[in-house]
């Protein structure tokens, strides 16, 4: 069975950093790409971007390129989303998500990232 | 960017009805095109991908069409458990998510 696992979540001030992880299982995890989204509430999804399988190729969404940043720990079939200088507009559930053939076939239960003073 | 537009923003049928959700790209997408199902407080489910591929696991009530710049999902004999939002994605290009269509069911 696929499981993604977000974990380091939570509240930060405004202008911090915070670095989220996805345990991932269940499946040969450094034989697919991976990416990150996230969902405002309230809101729909947003794409932030995705990583392939040797790290090779970093694909962001343009407004966010500058702020985090994607990597992957394939020994430790772990995902990582590294974020910077966050601001509320920042504050939303974030998902990891696995590749599929097209868009991304499984998802994590997400982890909720406020961004608040 | 390729923008997708979603229709409708919300719709409200009965129990066995049809339906049918629309989503408009704003260039061809070579059918990299993808619908999920999202009930509330959980992640999105994949229904269809490649426009028309139903994913393992999922009813076949659900279906998928299109070709070139417009897409659709179809739900045939709506059970009460299909409501739901769902969304579209395109990723022709770096992916963009359609708006969502909140689906009631009366």
């Known amino acids: 069975e696929v499981k993604l696992v977000e974990s380091g979540g939570g509240l930060v001030q405004p202008g911090r950093s915070l670095k989220l992880s996805c345990a991932a299982s269940?499946?040969?995890?450094?034989?697919?790409?991976m990416g990150w989204v996230r969902q405002a509430p309230g809101k729909g999804l947003e794409w932030i971007g995705e990583i392939n399988q040797d790290s090779s190729t970093i694909n962001y969404t343009p407004s966010l390129k500058d702020k985090f940043t994607i990597s992957r720990d394939n020994a430790q079939n772990t995902l990582y989303l590294q974020m910077s200088k966050l601001g509320s507009e920042d504050t939303a559930i974030y998902y990891c998500a696995k590749a599929g053939f097209s868009g991304f076939d499984y998802w994590g239960q997400g982890v909720m990232v406020t961004v608040s003073s | 960017d390729i923008q997708m537009t979603q229709s409708p923003a919300s719709l409200s049928a009965s129990l066995g009805e049809t339906v049918s959700i629309e989503c408009l790209a704003s260039e061809d997408i070579y059918n990299n095109l993808a619908w999920y199902q999202q009930k509330p407080g959980k992640s999105p489910q994949l229904l269809i991908y490649?426009?028309?591929s139903l994913q393992d696991g999922v009813p076949s009530r659900f279906s998928g069409s299109g070709s070139g710049t417009q897409y659709s999902l179809k739900i045939n004999s709506l059970e009460s458990e299909d409501a739901a939002t769902y969304f579209c994605?395109?990723?022709?290009?770096?992916?963009?998510f359609g708006s969502g269509t909140k689906l009631e069911i009366k």
């Open positions: 490649y426009a028309s």
């Open positions: 994605l395109q990723d022709s290009e770096y992916p963009t």
């Open positions: 269940g499946f040969s995890f450094n034989d697919y790409w």
